[in-house]
C-alpha cells in the first residue's frame, strides 16, 4: 500500500522475494505488481528459485540483463544467484556482458542493480555471505567510471558507502 501512494519512476526489487522460491509466492507478488503503473525490475536473491521467478512473473517484470533509460540514467538488473549457496557470484558471462553493455554508453551515468552487496560491508555475518567475485567486479568497476551507483540487498540492513566514485546502497 505504501509503494502504491510514492508513485516512483522505477521500482527495483534486489532478490529474496519469497522465502523458498515457491510458485504460490511469485504469484502473489505478480498480482501486487499488475497494479502498478511504472516499470519494475525483480532481481533473484539467494532465497529465490530464478527460473520459476522468471517464468511466474514473466519477462515484465524479470530484470536480469535488462537495460532502461531513465532520464540521463541507465538502470542494468544483474544476477549474483548462486544455486545451493547463500553467497553470490557474478560469474564470466555476465560480467562480459556487462563490460560489452557498459563500453557502448561510456558517459551515460550508470545504475546497477544486483542482491548481494559486491564490497565488504564490515558486518562479519554479511561479509561470509559475500559475492565471490567482488575483486574482479571492481576491476571492471574500475574501468567503467560511468557506473555511479550499486544498489543490492541481501544485508537486512541499509548500508550507504562510496569506493571509487561510486556509491554502494545497500537495503
Do not use: K
Not at 567482488?134 to 557506473?147: C, D, E, I, M
Request: charged share 20%; aromatic share 8%.
Amino acid at each position: 500500500a505504501r509503494v502504491l501512494t510514492l508513485r516512483p519512476d522505477l521500482l527495483l526489487l534486489t532478490g529474496d522475494l519469497t522465502d523458498a522460491g515457491d510458485a504460490s509466492a511469485y504469484l502473489r507478488l505478480q498480482h501486487r505488481l499488475r497494479s502498478l503503473n511504472y516499470p519494475v525490475l525483480a532481481l533473484p536473491g539467494n532465497h529465490d528459485h530464478p527460473a520459476r521467478m522468471r517464468r511466474t512473473l514473466g519477462m515484465r517484470y524479470w530484470g536480469v540483463g535488462r537495460v532502461m533509460r531513465l532520464g540521463e540514467w541507465r538502470i542494468m538488473g544483474l544476477s549474483s544467484y548462486w544455486h545451493g549457496h547463500a553467497d553470490g557470484r557474478f560469474g564470466h558471462a555476465q560480467r562480459r556482458w556487462l563490460d560489452h553493455q557498459l563500453i557502448q554508453l561510456p558517459s551515460r551515468p550508470t545504475l546497477l542493480a544486483i542482491h548481494h552487496p559486491p564490497i565488504a560491508t564490515g558486518s562479519a555475518w554479511l561479509d561470509s555471505m559475500c559475492f565471490r567475485d567482488s575483486v574482479a567486479f571492481q576491476s571492471l568497476l574500475r574501468r567503467h567510471p560511468q557506473v555511479r551507483a550499486v544498489l543490492f540487498g541481501h544485508g537486512h540492513q541499509a548500508l550507504d558507502l562510496s569506493q571509487g566514485g561510486c556509491r554502494f546502497l545497500g537495503t
